[in-house]
C-alpha cells in the first residue's frame, strides 16, 4: 500500500503468533504478542518481516485490524498468488512462531480519538482491514459502506454484525456484491456507484471524514463519486494497494 511512515516506528521488533482466525478461504488474522507495544492510531499499519534459514529476509506491509491496545495487535492478511510473505501468514503461520514487526506506521490515514466528527467508511475487499480497526475503536457515528464480490469473500462478517447491533456508538454496515449476492438479496450484484452512495453518504453539508481504502481503481472511482456528491476532497482520506497488495 501506498502509506507515509512517521517517526518512532523504523525499528524492528519480535512478535510472537498468539493465535489465528480464518476470516474466508484465503484470508486469515494473525493476533501477535508484542512486548513494549504501547498500542496504534486506528488506519495505521505495521511492517511484517519473515526470515529464512538461509538468511534471506522478505518484508511487507499489513494493515492492524485490532482496536488499540497495549501488548497485543492483530493483522489481517489476504494471500497473494505468487507472493512471499502472505501465503506462509494465510496458510503456515501457527501459534508460537516468531516474526518481526516494525510499527506503527502511517500518520495521514488513521482515525483520531479526539476527532468528533461522524466517519464515512468506503472499503473494497482486504481494504476493510484498517476500518475494521476504526470500527472497533468508534467514539463518534460510522457508516460503513463494505464492496466484495460475493459474501464468501467479506471479512469480519460476525464482527460487524455484533458491532452494527450492540456497539455503543451507532455504527451502520451496507454490503455491496460485485459477482454473487447472498440468498434473497434484493438486488442484483452491482458495482458501488452513486446511487448506493448517495443512499449511505451523510448529507453534503454534514461535518463528515471520509476513508475509502481499496484497490487502486476502486478508490480512485470511489473519491471522485464522493466529490461528485459535494464532500470536500480535504475530508476525503484515501489509502490503495496495487495487485501485489506491497
Known sequence: MARAAIPGGLTW????VAATRAETATARTLV???????????????????SAPDGYM???????????????LEVTVQAVIDGEVSPHLVEVAEPGDHLEIRGPLGGWFVRRPADPR????????S????????VRAATTPTRLLYSTRSPSDALFTA????????????????????????????????RLDADILARVAWPRDA??????????????TVADLLVDIGYNPSNIRTERFGPTGG
Not at 461535518?207 to 480512485?220: I, L, N, R
Open 58 to 72: 522478505a518484508h511487507r506491509s499489513y494493515s492492524i485490524s485490532s482496536a488499540p491496545g497495549p501488548g497485543r
Open 159 to 190: 464482527d460487524l454484525a455484533t458491532a452494527q447491533a450492540t456497539g455503543d456508538t451507532p455504527v451502520a454496515v451496507t454490503h455491496v456484491y460485485t459477482r454473487v449476492v447472498p440468498s434473497g438479496w434484493p438486488a442484483p450484484p452491482r
Open 207 to 220: 461535518d463528515v471524514v471520509a476513508f475509502v481504502c481499496g484497490p487502486t481503481g476502486f478508490v480512485e
Open 32 to 50: 501477535l504478542d508484542v512486548d513494549g507495544w504501547t498500542g496504534h492510531v486506528p488506519g495505521q499499519h505495521v511492517d511484517v518481516r519473515l
Open 13 to 16: 521488533q519480535p512478535a510472537t
Open 118 to 125: 461522524p466517519a464515512l467508511l468506503i472499503g473494497g475487499g
Open 127 to 134: 481494504g476493510v482491514a484498517p476500518l475494521m480497526s476504526m
